[in-house]
């Protein structure tokens, strides 16, 4: 199957660009693959999800660009550089240095921005410095005093962060009537710990069952904003009476206990603890305010005090850079000249051309409603790509890869069209792109083609075509060729009628201002509109809080950053109907299922514990008295000895990468020999976690359970994920699908509502089709259905379209449309009408 392309004959790319010449790939599951992919050109690797796509384009392509580059560094500099594996690969010709743009999230830090991404902050800062108007007999400051982020710059009260954190009485003790041993102390920890502070509190003498509120002022004050940390001896079990007699006699105490007082605990566990989850928990104890004196423009008064335009740098940076644009280009037009200091006047004209010439790339990347100060944390994976892609646009470089990473993700169709146009320019500056993408508009654009596959996993890795667009016509085998040249009909002809309405008023959050909406309950919502618009900020934000709150289950929300932060993004909405029909929530995102290699598809969706009593079940495991718990790789007496479960053990290389190899005891199977020993038909636990969910669904054929919870993950398309693979190795997209499949293994009950922020991010139209089977299931269960959503495919199969815009930002945050998907496409005002019609006759 493998090809060196049919395409390849093409003399055009031939002459005018060369090749760049790929010989005996291997990495991941390639096998074996040749070819020749042009340079120069626009080159877009298709296939199913789990293919091979970026294991030829990052894990080859891009490994090999960057390892040749980092050779020629010094060794020191080497270290600084996160290095990627050696790729398997027999040999790489005709490959220019490379600049990879993946999908991923920048800095978790609030400090990072909109700004310091686009070096827009940097031009700002030295535009302030040099030209901004000073008041009278103020010195000049350098640019790092325009910045919060340095000494110079940051404000001394909040350090530069804009808000201050502080605690009360109120917060840290919400119920007086409760007594310390009640928990009436609700900051501290519930488990041990809350217990060591409480038993401390008895050997000092305080009394623990007396109610909050008739404790003595100075009593309270202490217990909960006391500095000291006192050690004392603690009598563990002991009535405040026995711990009195006990250190009457001097007995001999369980342990000596550290007091710390309840406000102390909570900033401290803010302010060091590395567990998102204690972040939260202890955030709800903290109230958080502008900061009294910056404001919250977190400077300090000297560079406030200078000014452009009638603005200090902290209200320019404010403002989207759809108005930042117009303001500059105001000044640019009238080059005021002053008698005083006609060099001011080259400067503010050199640096305003610069920040012109960049925002003219972020305004056509459909960007203009992000502001500088836009802290990257909140950022969508795909605007913060295009902030990059803008970047480099800017840059002028030539003769360079990029490789791209699904670029379109979380695009509407008419930014996809920017994002076009930014590519086009990119190729015309005489480089070369790689794009792995699923979304079709951007395969049709593309000089060529490589299409990896046929299948997800094992059952793919081989080239099924590369070559021009319409050569792939003529390959029977490949799944993406049906999508690109035939009638694929998805559209739901008759729309399902509502039973029922959740009516949303008086919205307010992010551009959304006093908003009224009313979602269709029994049947599937798709909300549409460009990027920015405000879809999530409605569904993904405000319906998911507020039906979270009524239902007593709140989720975490989509938001990254700050936990503080995101509490004051909610202003205001209610529900005013609908409620009493909705029994359940269930929120399915793209975040991690978890956080280290340790977690993985079996241990999330709950498949390894029915796996391990199966095990402990066989009769050799019985005859041993081997319980399930022997067959967990978290557990001493089940993993390995030397590498503890992890399955590799890691060697450091001063100025290469570390090399991960298999343990050598194990040899990569986590578990120690005497459990590897129990089998199930000849095949080990550590065999069963290497299996594919496809071969884990013939190997378990007898067995109901496991074969009805092996089946909903290949009905979501997840057949080629191993059982045991680390949550750490799936995207986002692979995350929400274990998730949604997870919970499509529960009986279905009815009356849930499902929220779906994007589902379709990196899936294959083939993986679209199988997702949207699942979700009309859900809703013919008798559930409803709400998707934020810019695939239109998946808006024409849909019930009833709640259209947002009509632009981003404060062009947006309005209904413009809503209705069934032909009532939509005929909106005149709708930016996305024209492309759901198309869509729609396409299916007609």
């Not at 509490?567 to 029994?583: N, S, W, Y």
Request: with cysteine.
């Amino acid at each position: 199957m493998d090809a060196r392309a049919e395409g390849s004959s093409n003399a055009e790319f031939e002459v005018d660009s060369g090749f760049v010449r790929v010989r005996g790939a291997r990495e991941h599951n390639l096998k074996d693959v040749s070819l020749d992919i042009p340079r120069n050109a626009l080159v877009v690797f298709t296939g199913v999800s789990g293919s091979g796509k970026s294991s030829l384009a990052f894990g080859t392509l891009y490994a090999e660009a960057q390892r040749r580059y980092l050779e020629s560094v010094s060794p020191y500099a080497r270290r600084l550089f996160h290095q990627m594996a050696v790729p398997e690969v027999d040999s790489i010709d005709g490959l220019p240095p490379a600049v990879a743009l993946q999908q991923q999230r920048g800095s978790p830090t609030t400090r990072s921005s909109v700004g310091s991404v686009t070096t827009l902050s940097n031009l700002l800062r030295m535009l302030y410095s040099r030209a901004g108007d000073y008041p009278k007999n103020q010195p000049l400051l350098y640019a790092e005093s325009f910045s919060p982020n340095t000494p110079e710059g940051a404000c001394p009260t909040c350090h530069g962060i804009g808000r201050v954190h502080s605690v009360d009485e109120r917060s840290l003790v919400p119920d007086d009537t409760l007594t310390i041993r009640e928990r009436a102390v609700a900051a501290w920890p519930s488990a041990w710990q809350g217990q060591n502070l409480r038993d401390i509190l008895v050997t000092l003498g305080y009394d623990v069952d007396k109610p909050w509120r008739e404790l003595s002022k100075r009593d309270r004050d202490w217990i909960l904003f006391t500095e000291q940390q006192p050690t004392v001896p603690v009598y563990a079990g002991y009535s405040p009476a026995e711990t009195r007699r006990a250190l009457k006699r001097k007995e001999e105490p369980s342990y000596q206990g550290t007091f710390t007082g309840a406000r102390r605990y909570v900033l401290h566990t803010y302010a060091t603890t590395q567990s998102a989850m204690m972040k939260r928990r202890v955030a709800q104890f903290l109230s958080s305010s502008d900061c009294p004196v910056c404001k919250g423009k977190r400077l300090k008064p000297e560079p406030l005090s200078v000014t452009f335009a009638g603005m200090d740098i902290a209200d320019i940076s404010r403002l989207p850079l759809k108005r930042l644009r117009s303001l500059i280009d105001r000044h640019l037009s009238q080059k005021k000249v002053s008698a005083d200091h006609p060099e001011k006047a080259l400067v503010v004209q050199r640096i305003t051309e610069d920040m012109s010439a960049r925002l003219d790339v972020l305004l056509d990347l459909g960007l203009g409603y992000l502001t500088p100060d836009r802290s990257t944390p909140t950022l969508s994976p795909g605007e913060l790509q295009r902030l990059r892609l803008a970047t480099q646009v800017r840059s002028s470089l030539f003769g360079v890869v990029y490789v791209l990473d699904e670029p379109s993700a979380g695009l509407h169709p008419a930014d996809t069209e920017a994002l076009l146009r930014a590519l086009d320019r990119l190729k015309s500056s005489g480089n070369s792109l790689f794009v792995v993408e699923h979304e079709l508009d951007v395969v049709r654009h593309a000089d060529w083609i490589v299409d990896v596959g046929p299948d997800a996993g094992t059952r793919g890795g081989h080239i099924m075509y590369s070559g021009p667009l319409a050569g792939l016509a003529d390959v029977e085998a490949s799944r993406t060729r049906p999508f690109l040249f035939d009638a694929n009909d998805q559209a739901e002809k008759n729309p399902r009628t509502a039973q029922g309405w959740l009516k949303l008023r008086g919205v307010t959050r992010n551009n959304l201002q006093r908003l009224d909406a009313e979602i269709p309950l029994g049947v599937f919502t798709s909300v549409t509109g460009i990027s920015g618009s405000g879809k999530s900020s409605l569904i993904s934000q405000f319906l998911v809080d507020a039906v979270g709150d009524e239902l007593g289950q709140r989720v975490e929300n989509a938001y990254d950053g700050d936990a503080l932060e995101a509490a004051v993004k909610t202003l205001g909405g209610e529900i005013v109907e609908g409620l009493d029909v909705i029994k359940r929530l269930v929120v399915v995102d793209q975040k991690p299922i978890g956080r280290t290699p340790r977690s993985n598809l079996a241990t999330y969706t709950g498949l390894l514990d029915h796996v391990r009593k199966l095990f402990a079940a066989t009769k050799q495991a019985r005859a041993r008295r081997y319980d399930a718990g022997r067959f967990s790789f978290n557990v001493a007496k089940g993993r390995c000895e030397t590498c503890e479960g992890e399955g590799f053990v890691s060697v450091e290389l001063l100025f290469l990468p570390s090399v991960y190899a298999p343990c050598p005891t194990c040899k990569g199977a986590r578990y120690n020999a005497k459990t590897l020993e129990i089998r199930i038909r000849d095949r080990s636990i550590a065999d069963v976690l290497a299996m594919t969910v496809d071969d884990a669904f013939d190997f378990f054929a007898d067995d109901q359970p496991l074969r009805r919870s092996l089946g909903v993950l290949r009905e979501v398309g997840l057949g080629y994920i191993r059982l045991g693979q680390s949550a750490t190795e799936l995207s986002g997209g692979e995350a929400q699908r274990v998730k949604l499949a997870t919970e499509l293994q529960r009986a279905q009950r009815g009356h849930a509502l499902y929220v779906l922020d994007e589902p379709t991010t990196g899936l294959h139209p083939s993986d679209v089709a199988k997702l949207m089977k699942q979700l009309h299931g859900l809703v013919e269960a008798g559930n409803t259905a709400v998707v934020v959503e810019h695939d239109m495919t998946v808006a024409a199969a849909s019930d009833w379209i709640i259209d947002i815009g009509p632009g981003a930002g404060d062009e947006g945050g309005r209904i413009v449309a809503a209705g069934t998907p032909a009532q939509v496409s005929s909106e005149p005002r709708s930016r996305t009408a024209r492309y759901l019609a198309a869509r729609l006759s396409a299916s007609a």
